[in-house]
């Protein structure tokens, strides 16, 4: 990032050179700001003896002069002009706020800022369709704050805007005016300017907001946003909860089993819990933890910025030096302002400083999804501990660079950074951007020095990183470096952007951008909504279109063949698209979809348990062609070449059809069935057999009063209110070629389906739905019957090439994005030759194997039943059963003090804990989520001797009791006499949730140490499958199988007092849930004893039949995709 203003002319010139391109208004901004310029560096030291003036009397001067009419004719000439200025406020606050910038703060690290005067149409700067912005508190810092997201585009077909938050307008969604880089501009020019027409934000990041108050302010404006339907990266709770809680990370690192960074040692001190004694036998503990440490940090636990309220005390070595913390923290205790109390206790670490008097250094590691990582370097004041940009409690620091980071200890050691210590600081970086789950964090780390391995003979050192904290928020990207290293041991820094191209595709997943709008904006914005059929077509053909060509490289990649098949794919669906009614003349988009694999925790989203999922989108897709058809009027025509039609009548009507011939078409109207349906409670209304009754669904969702858009969503269909024209709409669909979607159990194709048209929606009535509202349409599965979350569609929206996601569920949201470590481990997917068994073509395949091999004396119907009947016994009816079993009996306990007589299976203050942790998200839960009493749940707060890895087995004890006070089996009357095995399925749930949570330290792990990582993963996986094994045999007239007896899948209470004697790890226990088959059982016994300890195989998704999931060596990898195509299975590579 060179110096973006060199190479500009003077003022003067600059102003003549723009005139004959544009008004000039547009222009006297950028001429003002820079004879302010002038004017203020000449000023700032007559205001003070040391030449510096204070960015508030910079402001007073400034205005003062901007509001001269003598000063600005002088400056600038015309009249009209001047005039024009003198009424516009707002133009004078940021020219003066701008020069401000110049001279007091950014100087050359941005491009000069040119402030427009009145309102522009700026879609010479802002083309694309979509707009990312980054939104601050601190507007004479917006082009600091600007300028690393603009650079870091890469190509990216995205709008990249700052502004602050009284630039939006009423709705919170779109920005009335923006500062942007001019994309044309030659040296680089940053442009702003108020709005004729709003602009519609679909993603933002919030930085550096003022210092007083901040988190709460972050609070209310990710708020505003989000219920505008903005994506807020960076949302209020999650940097609540991973960053601005000083103590989170530090929990999850002791929660660890092999954590991939370190953290100073730590003390929780919590108000509610410690008395002056305990707080000084904590203070103890943690200076005997560390005695070499030089000093204690004393700081709040949570909402505070920028050094705020944090301290430092030399090491304790008397009761009077402990007393003075006690008497401090107590202090900090009484002294909260936002009723949180806790005070986090720290050794002071770090012992890699500058030479120049000895100050304190921190490095800022800025991380961003892709793998990108960059830092930059604060020196302390001198004698100070704390080093920090600024606070109220601790002298202001000074940004530096990277090569001003060295040390000389007593035995003469230089620890400049060397590419040994970069490849150790973005390892630290990366873990810990996968902890926090937010796309782009500041990390704020110490240095230590460390030996680096295998140098013994010759001892070499790096400045090794302690993690301090993690800043959600992050101001001073704009001091990015990322450091290269020559072959003599010297290095070299430059300034770069934060975030690259893999960082968009994060925000803005390329498959969830319609092709019809990147084509459109990659050619021309005028084409924007007018490519037609004939159009798409002719492009298609021709092959001779770059842009086109461009974009199908972007999500298909180079493959020739790949390529050709897609276009192909495209021509097909269009062409088919006209045989059912299509206006090859009228505006079309056209969509792309993927799918979903679900590579790790099978059913743990569903309601009551309420788990995080791990998934991957898919290669395979499906295409939508959609157009909207206007009301027709009496006598209207529509014309096709030469000959004249009378026009089809689609008033109202939405109208669905399939190249396959297996899917038939459909045409519903949109007022007469589905707004009824909208404005009733919801219920089962569609047989979730039929492929349309998934769009149907969705689509009633989002004009139903619980999607916050529907008001929105009725307007753009003409379905608002009386006197309105409904229009039509026309949906076709595809998946052919090589990636064609399978549409059997395992890879979410109704997601996919769903996701294709909502998306199209959204883009052809321009209604800017985010990704987070088009991943609720899953809810229109509730007209299904179906009662699981949209964590699908979240995966499938969020998914990346090459990582596997973590979606949260209840609320269902897109968490992190990690990077599987394929160089040693694979994941393939395995279509099965046995379609789920509950689907259309589950009863063909029963069928057919009647007429083959029978099913032991059971008909197809009798099996078809007991599947269905599987599906809701183990289903989430289990969960909520089993919470609601719990809760009585726990409320038993507190108030009569034991269950039963004699049987004190847990104390009263135990049975609080559970029940506070369990309803810690009543929000439509009214009993609670499981998800609670495991790691990182509710339970590490409510009773807190239960957090960490380090106190896992006292966890699982109580757990282990709890599951005690639920019935082995339990028939429920009004689930119409389903017979749940609530025990089973409440032990599956919880070591499921155990299992994600480990998989992704495993996975971490294999990454760094294989030997040990990969034997973790393949153990999780084999459990896993273990608690989905069948306990029925379909194939032998519903027989037991030997599981359904095996010890192992005994759930009774010898087998638990037995794991609380061993202190067995919950992960390990499988459970029951009973989603396998036994096809899939003996695939993943044949596995274990065919590849030993190289592979391991569970059933995918929702179950009986479908798709299995296998994780392999890399090493083996080919060998075991052809070993399942020879028992007929159709692999892939996930």
């Known amino acids: 990032m060179t110096s973006p203003r060199e190479g500009h002319a003077s003022a003067p010139e600059r ?44 402001l007073i001067i400034a205005l003062e002069w901007l509001r001269d009419p003598a000063r600005l004719r002088e400056s600038y000439g015309p009249d009209e002009v001047i005039a024009s200025c003198m009424r516009d406020d707002v133009f004078l606050g940021r020219v003066a706020q701008v020069s401000m910038d110049n001279v007091l703060l950014s100087q050359s ?43 870091g585009r890469d ?6 805007v700052c502004l602050e938050e009284g630039w939006l307008d009423e709705s919170g969604r779109a920005a009335t005016r923006i500062l942007a880089l001019d994309p044309e501009a030659m040296p680089p020019l940053l442009v702003e300017t108020s709005l ?36 807020v990266i960076n949302d209020a709770e999650s940097c609540a909860r ?25 003390a929780l001190l919590s108000p509610d819990l410690s008395t002056s004694k305990t707080i000084a036998s904590s203070l103890r503990g943690l200076v005997a933890a560390r005695p070499t440490s030089q000093g204690i940090i004393l700081q709040r636990a949570a909402n505070t910025t920028e050094g705020q309220d944090v301290s430092y005390f030399p090491f304790a070595k008397t009761d009077d030096d402990i007393q003075m913390l006690v008497d401090h923290v107590q202090h900090l205790m009484d002294t909260t302002h936002d009723g949180d109390g806790n005070v986090l206790a720290s050794s002071f670490r770090g012992d890699v400083y500058c030479t120049d008097q000895k100050k304190n250094v921190v490095v800022r590691l800025n991380a961003a999804v892709g793998g990108h990582v960059t830092a930059s370097v604060v020196f302390g004041a001198q004698d100070h501990k704390i080093v920090s940009l600024g606070g109220e409690t601790c002298a202001p620091g000074r940004l ?272 007469d069935e589905l707004i009824p349906i909208s404005d009733q409670p919801v219920c089962k209304v569609w047989d979730p057999a039929l492929w349309h009754s998934y769009i149907k669904g969705a689509l009633t969702f989002l004009l139903s009063p619980q999607f916050h858009m529907h008001k929105i969503v009725r307007d753009k269909l003409g379905l608002a209110g009386q006197g309105a024209k409904p229009c039509g709409v026309r949906a076709h669909f595809a998946s052919t070629g090589y990636l064609t979607l399978p549409n059997v159990g395992g890879v979410s194709s109704s997601g996919a389906l769903t996701g294709a048209f909502v998306s199209a929606l959204s883009e052809i009535l321009r209604m800017d739905i985010p990704l987070s509202g088009q991943a609720e349409a899953d809810f229109g599965e509730y007209y299904l019957g179906k009662t699981a979350g949209c964590a699908d569609k979240t995966a499938q929206l969020f998914g990346q090439v090459g990582k596997v996601s973590v979606v949260g569920s209840f609320p269902e949201g897109f968490l992190q994005n990690i990077q599987f470590p394929e160089s040693h481990m694979r994941v393939l997917m395995a279509e099965s030759p046995v379609p789920r068994l509950t689907t259309p073509q589950g009863r063909e395949y029963l069928e057919e194997r009647v007429q083959r091999e029978g099913l032991g004396g059971k008909t197809v119907d009798e099996v078809v039943a007991w599947g269905h009947s599987t599906m809701k016994r183990y289903g989430s009816g289990a969960f909520v059963e089993a919470l609601k079993i719990l809760k009585s009996r726990l409320t038993d306990v507190i108030q009569k003090g034991e269950v039963t007589p004699g049987s004190p299976i847990v104390t009263a203050k135990e049975a609080q804990g559970v029940l506070d942790a369990l309803m810690s998200e ?36 109580l757990i282990y009791r709890l599951l005690k006070l639920i019935p082995l089996v339990e028939t429920i009357p009004a689930q119409n006499g389903v017979v749940y095995s609530l025990r089973r399925s409440m032990l599956y749930g919880l070591a499921e949730v155990e299992r994600g949570w480990a998989y992704l330290d495993a996975l971490q792990e294999v990454e760094s140490s294989p030997a040990s990582g990969i034997p973790k993963v393949l153990a999780l996986v084999a459990w896993a499958h273990d608690g989905d094994r069948a306990e029925v045999d379909y194939r032998h007239g519903l027989k037991p199988t030997s599981w359904s007896s095996s010890k192992d899948n005994s759930v009774d209470d010898i087998a638990l007092d037995a794991w609380i004697n061993n202190k067995d790890d919950l992960y390990s226990k499988p459970g029951g849930f009973s989603r396998s088959l036994p096809d899939f059982d003996d695939l993943a016994d044949e596995i274990q004893v065919h590849f030993a300890d190289t592979a391991r195989a569970r059933v995918a998704a929702a179950g009986l039949g479908g798709a299995v999931c296998l994780h392999v060596t890399t090493q083996r990898a080919d060998e075991l995709m052809g070993w399942l195509e020879k028992r007929g299975y159709k692999t892939r590579f996930v």
């Open 15 to 58: 102003a003549k050179d723009h005139l004959p391109h544009g008004p000039m208004h547009r222009n006297v901004g950028h001429v003002l700001s820079d004879a302010l310029s002038v004017y203020m560096r000449d000023q700032a030291p007559q205001q003070h003896d040391d030449g510096h003036i204070s960015p508030e009397e910079f």
């Open 109 to 151: 690290m941005t491009p000069p800022v040119e402030v427009w005067q009145g309102s522009h149409d700026a879609s010479s700067i802002i083309p694309q369709p979509h707009t990312f912005a980054v939104i601050t508190g601190k507007p004479a810092l917006m082009p600091h704050h600007l300028y690393p997201f603009a650079i």
């Open 196 to 231: 004729t027409t709003p602009l519609t934000i679909h993603a933002a990041i919030i930085l550096e907001l003022p210092t007083h108050q901040e988190v709460a302010h972050h609070a209310s404006l990710s708020k505003r946003l989000k219920d505008a339907g903005v994506h």
């Open 242 to 266: 991973c960053c601005d809680d000083k103590a989170w990370l530090r929990g999850q690192v002791a929660s660890s089993s092999s954590p991939a960074f370190e953290v100073p040692e730590c």
């Open 922 to 957: 009543p929000k439509g839960h009214p009993h609670g989520l499981l998800r609670e009493l495991c790691r990182n749940g509710a339970i590490e707060a409510t009773l807190p001797y239960l957090a960490g890895w380090e106190n896992r087995h006292l966890r699982y004890n």
């Open 400 to 671: 530096s660079n990277l090569k001003e980071l060295y040390r000389h200890d007593q035995s003469g050691l230089n620890l400049c950074p060397t590419s040994y210590a970069w490849k150790v600081w973005r390892q630290v970086a990366q873990a810990v951007l996968s902890q926090v789950a937010l796309p782009l964090v500041g990390i704020d780390v110490v240095l230590e020095a460390r030996q680096i391995p295998d140098t013994d003979a010759h001892p070499q050192y790096y400045p090794h990183p302690v993690v301090l904290e993690v800043n959600g928020r992050p101001g001073s990207l704009i001091f990015a470096e990322v450091p290269s290293f020559n072959n003599d041991g010297t290095f070299s820094s430059r300034h770069t952007s934060p975030v690259n191209y893999s960082f968009w595709q994060s925000i803005i997943p390329p498959s969830t951008i319609p092709l019809s709008s990147s084509l459109s904006s990659s050619s021309s914005s005028s084409l924007h909504h007018t490519l037609t059929i004939v159009d798409w077509l002719s492009r298609l053909t021709s092959r001779s279109d770059s842009s086109l060509h461009n974009l199908f490289v972007s999500r298909y990649g180079n493959d020739p063949g790949i390529l050709e098949d897609r276009y192909d794919a495209y021509v097909t669906l269009l062409r088919s698209s006209l045989m059912q009614g299509f206006d090859d003349q009228r505006p079309v988009v056209v969509v792309a979809s993927p799918g979903r694999d679900r590579v790790f925790m099978g059913h743990t989203d569903l309601t009551g348990l309420g788990g995080p999922t791990i998934n991957s989108t898919t290669k395979q897709e499906i295409l939508c062609v959609m157009q909207v058809v206007v009301p027709v009027e009496e006598g209207n025509s529509s014309t096709h070449g030469t000959t004249t039609t009378k026009a089809e009548d689609m008033t109202g009507i939405l109208a669905l059809s399939n190249y396959s011939t297996e899917f038939s078409p459909c045409r519903v109207s949109l007022p």
């Open 155 to 160: 190509g990216y077909p995205v709008n990249i």
